[in-house]
């Protein structure tokens, strides 16, 4: 049986939606960041970098990342189409998850904790502003992407779920998301669906 290391609302949920999409049989395992639980000694055994999501698979293996857990889902669960698998089109897949991984993620962490990113506290608030509007500027192109487009690529695919979560860390900073005509009509078919529903219910998360 899978176990998905998750904590509400973060990307982990990207992983969390792919799973439920994909109909995989699968136990979570809720993991407190606010309460310090990726840091004990218990969760740096599942993972030392002490970050969700963690997706242990049946041979006891654990893994992270969400584009590797998010491409071991649709590819295990062929029949949900979570991916396309034609070379060009699986590339342009991963192209989206991979800015969503190492550009608009990381901006969202310069607003959200910007003392990782530097020792003097009067670089704080300058470090969360730029992160801010980096990430929105991002949120711009992927608003930007949608227009025209029900989903990312021709079909519902999971570069949908990760970018959903990036329109409620968007709400939850107070950036005016619903300013972003074409993204908000892709969260408003998010919500439509029936596993994405399921895992918010789960997460206790809500995004409007
Ligand atoms: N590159 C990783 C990033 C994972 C990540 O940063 N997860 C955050 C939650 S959104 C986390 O667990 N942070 C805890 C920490 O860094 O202390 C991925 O895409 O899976």
């Given at each position: 049986?899978?176990?998905?290391?998750?904590?509400?609302?973060?990307?982990?949920?990207?992983?969390?939606?792919?799973?439920?999409?994909?109909?995989?049989?699968?136990?979570?395992?809720?993991?407190?960041?606010?309460?310090?639980?990726?840091?004990?000694?218990?969760?740096?055994?599942v993972n030392p970098r002490?970050?969700?999501?963690?997706?242990?698979?049946?041979?006891?293996?654990?893994?992270?990342?969400?584009?590797?857990?998010?491409?071991?889902?649709?590819?295990?669960?062929?029949?949900?189409?979570?991916?396309?698998?034609?070379?060009?089109?699986?590339?342009?897949?991963?192209?989206?998850?991979?800015?969503?991984?190492?550009?608009?993620?990381?901006?969202?962490?310069?607003?959200?904790?910007?003392?990782?990113?530097?020792?003097?506290?009067?670089?704080?608030?300058?470090?969360?502003?730029?992160?801010?509007?980096?990430?929105?500027?991002?949120?711009?192109?992927?608003?930007?992407?949608?227009?025209?487009?029900?989903?990312?690529?021709?079909?519902?695919?999971?570069?949908?779920?990760?970018?959903?979560?990036?329109?409620?860390?968007?709400?939850?900073?107070?950036?005016?998301?619903?300013?972003?005509?074409?993204?908000?009509?892709?969260?408003?078919?998010?919500?439509?669906?029936?596993?994405?529903?399921?895992?918010?219910?789960?997460?206790?998360?809500?995004?409007?």
């Open positions: 049986m899978l176990t998905l290391y998750y904590a509400p609302g973060s990307s982990s949920m990207a992983s969390h939606l792919a799973l439920e999409e994909a109909g995989a049989q699968y136990l979570t395992c809720y993991v407190n960041e606010d309460a310090g639980e990726h840091r004990t000694e218990a969760y740096l055994r002490g970050k969700v999501p963690a997706l242990r698979l049946s041979d006891g293996s654990v893994l992270v990342e969400n584009i590797a857990i998010q491409t071991y889902v649709a590819r295990t669960y062929p029949e949900a189409r979570l991916l396309p698998t034609g070379p060009e089109e699986e590339a342009h897949a991963l192209s989206w998850m991979a800015f969503f991984a190492t550009a608009v993620h990381p901006a969202f962490s310069h607003f959200w904790a910007p003392r990782r990113f530097s020792d003097e506290r009067s670089a704080e608030e300058g470090i969360k502003v730029r992160g801010l509007a980096t990430f929105h500027g991002h949120c711009r192109e992927i608003d930007a992407r949608l227009a025209g487009n029900d989903w990312f690529l021709g079909r519902f695919s999971t570069v949908d779920c990760y970018a959903f979560v990036f329109y409620g860390w968007g709400m939850r900073a107070g950036l005016p998301m619903h300013d972003l005509p074409n993204f908000t009509v892709h969260k408003d078919r998010m919500l439509a669906r029936p596993a994405v529903r399921r895992v918010l219910e789960r997460e206790g998360v809500s995004i409007g």
